[in-house]
């Protein structure tokens, strides 16, 4: 079992839809929950950040965390056509020197039809 | 502010010869890492440089090296490359080491062939 899961997708909805994400994952020691985004032919950027359980919202953008279940997601609402891209949970048990290294979900591959 | 430059962008290597990837960080930012991207890995951590000493290391061969020089400046180079090499590398910068927020370069596109 690999430490996170993420369902690769892809994932086509129309424009406005209410869209979920989510990540599970097996080791307990993580605290640092992120959410990136990465649109073709460019890296990763960071789009959510939070530490342990709860929610945080941005915009249309809302990280939810759930330590308990071991869960984490991505609500994004009113989806538009520049939210097209490929969404990436990482996750890490520590932050500061001699901390761990982010671990990634491969990705979910989001569509937003006009 | 300029961002994480890598170069280059597209690469093109043969079975068992060795590639050199450079990255730039963003001015003021003294960690840099390294991630290999591919579809059934997903990203995985290679290593991180902080102040010209490696402070981290993921789970890959020794075929796989790095550096970092004075102003930052990182590269990564792999040697006697296989065909499983073929990958988005990417680099990514930030003030200081094991940070979570990361500024990702466009990454380095090489294919083994």
């Known amino acids: 079992q690999k430490e996170v899961e993420q369902d690769p997708g892809p994932l086509s909805v129309p424009e406005g839809a209410i869209v979920s994400l989510n990540c599970t994952y097996s080791?307990?020691?993580?605290?640092?929950f992120m959410w990136y985004r990465q649109y073709s032919r460019k890296g990763p950027e960071l789009l959510m950040y939070?530490?342990?359980?709860g929610n945080k919202e941005d915009g249309r953008f809302t990280a939810q965390v759930d330590k308990s279940s071991k869960y984490i997601s991505l609500v994004i609402r009113d989806s538009q056509p520049s939210d097209s891209a490929t969404y990436l949970c990482?996750?890490?048990?520590?932050?500061?020197?001699?901390?761990?290294?982010?671990?990634f979900g491969k990705g979910t591959k989001l569509s937003v039809i006009p | 502010k300029a961002g994480v430059t890598q170069t280059p962008r597209y690469l093109i290597k043969t079975r068992g010869q060795q590639v050199t990837l450079s990255c730039s960080p963003i001015?003021?930012?003294?960690?840099v890492s390294w991630y290999q991207q591919t579809p059934g890995q997903g990203l995985q951590f290679l290593f991180e440089?902080?102040?010209?000493?490696?402070?981290n290391k993921g789970n890959f061969p020794g075929r796989f090296s790095g550096r970092q020089f004075s102003n930052s400046r990182s590269e990564m180079n792999v040697s006697t490359l296989e065909l499983g090499d073929s990958a988005l590398y990417l680099c990514?910068?930030?003030?200081?080491?094991?940070?979570?927020?990361?500024?990702f370069g466009a990454g380095s596109r090489l294919t083994v062939l």
């Open positions: 939070t530490y342990s359980s």
């Open positions: 440089y902080f102040s010209e000493t490696q402070r």
């Open positions: 080791n307990s020691a993580f605290q640092y």
């Open positions: 990514a910068s930030s003030f200081d080491s094991g940070a979570n927020v990361l500024t």
């Open positions: 001015s003021g930012h003294r960690s």
């Open positions: 990482a996750m890490s048990g520590t932050s500061g020197a001699g901390s761990y290294q982010l671990t």
